[in-house]
């Protein structure tokens, strides 16, 4: 798998795109079954499963393997508790199977701070 669908600040133009070395296409798009939260004050998003529609972009590496290991660790794969998990979704509307980080730090989200980005749509910061 050659594809990453990302939703937040790695988005293009976001401040981290700069870390998805080798995207050779990236296009508008969106999952379903999940809803977009906003962390405050840490300034970042995050994507847990629910009863919603999130719109990001698909990205399409060159060599998506040799990208993965710095973006798991922004992510924060290797942090006890991780912060997220990289699982296959299946993105829209092209049907394609792509990596997301999806959000699984539950302390984090039980604190104050989260909140709700009903649009689903994460703004660039």
């Not at 293009?12 to 798009?29: D, M, S, T, W």
């Not at 969106?30 to 962390?39: A, K």
């Not at 959000?103 to 104050?112: C, M, Q, S």
Request: charged share 20%; net charge negative.
């Amino acid at each position: 798998m050659d594809k990453l669908f990302v939703y937040g600040t790695l988005k293009p133009g976001g401040r981290n795109f700069h870390l998805a070395r080798g995207v050779v296409r990236a296009e508008p798009a969106f999952v379903d079954g999940f809803v977009l939260l906003h962390f405050h004050p840490e300034g970042y998003p995050a994507m847990v499963r629910g009863a919603g529609r999130v719109y990001g972009a698909l990205l399409t590496f060159a060599d998506l393997d040799a990208a993965l290991p710095v973006l798991d660790r922004l992510e924060g794969l290797d942090l006890e508790p991780p912060e997220y998990a990289r699982v296959e979704v299946s993105v829209q509307p092209s049907g394609q199977r792509a990596w997301t980080y999806l959000y699984v730090n539950e302390t984090r989200l039980a604190a104050p701070g989260v909140v709700p980005v009903p649009s689903g749509d994460w703004p660039l910061q």
